[in-house]
Nanobody
Framework: QVQLAESGGGLVQAGGSLRLSCVASGRTMSGYGMGWFRQVPGKEREFVGGFTRSTYSLYYNDSLKGRFTISVDNAKKTVYLQMSSLKPEDTGVYYC?????????????????WGQGTQVTISS
């Protein structure tokens, strides 16, 4: 089993920045894909970006590229999502997810493990 825990959400003004963290615990993940998703009420989870451990590859939702950056600290088993130039439409619950033994994908249903989510609210 893998447990994921997000943190770092909060309320910021438009134009501000936040850094979300996702800490993994439990089963050792030597090969995995991780994704960040976000969700607002009434809508499906939207892919934000992801990381494949075996190739050290990063992928982003094209609409967010340039404002959102993913980084990884393997020693801390932590994946970060740095968000800048935030807009009110970035408001939502942000989740990290993991696929053990597979590359990341942009499809939420492909992921086996999910964190509890962290709320991000951007005020105008």
């Amino acid at each position: 089993q893998v447990q994921l825990a997000e943190s770092g959400g909060g309320l910021v003004q438009a134009g501000g920045s936040l850094r979300l963290s996702c800490v993994a615990s439990g089963r050792t993940m030597s090969g995995y894909g991780m994704g960040w998703f976000r969700q607002v009420p009434g809508k499906e989870r939207e892919f934000v970006g992801g990381f494949t451990r075996s190739t050290y590859s990063l992928y982003y939702n094209d609409s967010l590229k340039g404002r959102f950056t993913i980084s990884v600290d393997n020693a801390k088993k932590t994946v970060y999502l740095q968000m800048s130039s935030l807009k009110p439409e970035d408001t939502g619950v942000y989740y990290c997810a993991a696929r053990v033994g597979y590359r990341m994908t942009s499809t939420a249903k492909d992921y086996n493990y999910w964190g509890q989510g962290t709320q991000v609210t951007i005020s105008s």
